[in-house]
């Protein structure tokens, strides 16, 4: 009997014991490719030498320090380095414990920012649909994913949606990616000019969509549009790259193949692969000047905010990172995992589109390949998929709900930076068998 309420209620769940590289091992000995890295987390795989002997100096330095009292030599190092490697503009850095503190933190930030300047009837947030920002309060009513919103709905403050820029599901026939990216970007403006141009605070997108929809990047000029709305209107850009962003698609930030910078960038993750809980929002100067140059502060704090050990852990991964030229290796396995993804599923009955960037990668699962008709939701074929492969000693991420929140299944693949082209095929060959033993 556990005394834990766990995710899932029902169920025994393996014990995990030990892990090294991209396997975790469970208390009878079984071995499992971590082929999600989790949640798109472990991107140094586990029992990294560089990160664990960081951390247990840091711990003989200083284990903790609240940061009301004291900065950290070790915090100060981190920013100085994630600031270097940031988009254009950005020039600071609010540490958090994880991807919906960022998001929360970028929220109170966007409106504080506006209040700061005069300009109070700012509130308004857009999202859009099928997208994931977090599970606390502020993060989930910016989310659009209907079924982890339903049940909370009278707690959660207004928000407004538009149609994600998912080219499977919403690109027309014949529709060039430039006109159909275009079009999926004018949708913001038409909501801004709705709720009245001067009360729209912040539009918050996922640079390239993650456990909601399943690994859908944006195509033509969507986000460069978005970038100019956002500009020609006043709103701020906040984009969500928690999952998508440090390295996973195969640049540090996945908005460098966009050809843009945000205002607002809530990053989590990757920055510390899992060995501390960390996040971080990145700002740009003149929203930092904002706070500076009027109240003095950013009204907001948590107790374990710019944790010693976390900030160890993240100077780490990311010193590793760079250190073993990583991002080329992300590149070079991504297309290898695009690659084998194509020649085993490229032709099966029952997968519609294969999609991602980088280490990033998805399948999205589908009834009828010409009508892109979905499996009927009572099937639970992504539990039946998770619980194949998992069977096969195979860790990856499916989800329900890709189209609407309800109908729709996918299978997201995130495996570490430091995977083989062996380990990939491996993947691939067990994920294969684990799928069609869920359709049997």
Not at 21 to 46: F, M, P, Q, W
Request: with cysteine; glycine share 12%.
């Amino acid at each position: 009997m556990t005394h834990i309420l766990h995710r899932q209620i029902a169920g025994v769940l393996p014990v995990a014991a030990g892990g090294q590289g991209i396997e975790l091992v469970d208390t009878t000995g079984k071995r499992y490719l971590d082929a999600s890295g989790g949640a798109a987390v472990s991107c140094l795989g586990h029992g990294h030498p560089a990160v664990t002997a960081a951390l247990h100096e840091q711990l003989d330095r200083l284990a903790y320090a609240h940061t009301s009292f004291f900065t950290t030599e070790v915090a100060e190092r981190l920013a100085d380095r994630l600031v270097a490697d940031a988009p254009a503009g950005i020039d600071h850095v609010y540490f958090v414990s994880g991807g919906s503190e960022a998001v929360e933190a970028s929220l109170k930030m966007a409106r504080q920012y506006f209040v700061e300047r005069g300009e109070p009837q700012r509130r308004h947030v857009i999202a859009r649909r099928q997208s994931y920002h977090g599970n606390t309060l502020g993060a989930l009513a910016t989310g659009g994913n209907e079924w982890r919103r339903a049940p909370f709905a009278p707690l959660l403050i207004e928000t407004h949606h538009i149609d994600p820029c998912f080219a499977y599901r919403l690109q027309q026939p014949g529709e060039s990616d430039v006109a159909y990216g275009l079009r999926a970007a004018n949708a913001l403006e038409q909501k801004i000019l709705e709720l009245g141009g001067d009360t729209v605070m912040a539009f918050v997108a996922e640079t390239v969509v993650g456990a909601t929809a399943g690994a859908v990047p944006p195509v033509g000029p969507y986000f460069k549009r978005v970038r100019e709305i956002c500009d020609e209107y006043g709103v701020l850009l906040i984009l969500d790259e928690v999952m998508c962003g440090m390295g996973r698609t195969g640049t540090l930030h996945a908005c460098e193949q966009e050809g843009i910078a945000p205002d607002l960038m809530t990053i989590a993750k990757g920055l510390g692969g899992g060995y501390e809980p960390i996040g971080a929002v990145l700002l740009a100067g003149r929203i930092y000047q904002s706070f500076a140059r009027g109240s003095g502060f950013f009204q907001h704090g948590h107790t374990y905010m710019g944790h010693p050990l976390a900030c160890a852990a993240g100077l780490a991964v990311q010193e590793t990172i760079r250190r073993d030229n990583l991002l080329d290796n992300v590149t070079t396995m991504g297309a290898h995992l695009r690659r084998r993804l194509g020649e085993r599923f490229g032709n099966h009955a029952h997968v519609g589109d294969i999609r991602g960037r980088g280490l990033f990668q998805a399948i999205e699962l589908v009834e009828d390949r010409m009508t892109r008709a979905p499996f009927d939701p009572a099937r639970k074929l992504n539990a039946r998929i998770k619980k194949a492969a998992m069977a096969r000693g195979l860790m990856v991420y499916p989800m329900g709900g890709t189209i609407d929140g309800t109908r729709g299944d996918h299978v997201l693949l995130a495996p570490p930076f430091i995977v083989t082209a062996g380990q990939i095929d491996e993947i691939v060959d067990r994920l294969g068998s684990a799928v069609d033993d869920a359709l049997a």
